[in-house]
């Protein structure tokens, strides 16, 4: 059983920033892709951030914003959010594929304008 647990969210001004981190725990032997979505109400999820031996993608509207890195050794996942927009409001899930795809509880991050 593998979990992924989150922490880092919360409220901030716009033009803040907040840290995201994940953790995954479990019977892992390797993590293929570690990464972050989110959720905002009434859309749909979709990829902020994703990283994978070495590579990363970005979503094109946190680009230059947002940084995604991990440690392999304690199977963690980080998203350093800067410069937080109004509409970065949504819930960020956490997502790895260990090799199937598992997901984080989520947390909330509001940015107020």
């Known amino acids: 059983q593998v979990q992924l647990v989150e922490s880092g969210g919360g409220l901030v001004q716009a033009g803040g920033s907040l840290r995201l981190s994940c953790a995954a725990s479990?019977?892992?032997?390797?993590?293929?892709?570690m990464g972050w979505y989110r959720q905002a109400p009434g859309k749909q999820r979709e990829l902020v951030a994703v990283?994978?031996?070495?590579?990363?993608k970005y979503a094109d509207s946190v680009k230059g914003r947002f940084t995604i890195s991990r440690d392999n050794a304690k199977n963690t996942v980080y998203l350093q959010m800067n410069s937080l927009k109004p509409e970065d409001t949504a819930v960020y899930y956490c997502?790895?594929?260990?090799?199937?795809?598992?997901w984080g509880q989520g947390t909330q991050v509001t940015v107020s304008s």
């Open positions: 997502y790895a594929k260990i090799p199937w795809d598992y």
């Open positions: 990283t994978s031996s070495g590579s990363t």
């Open positions: 479990g019977s892992i032997f390797s993590i293929n892709v």
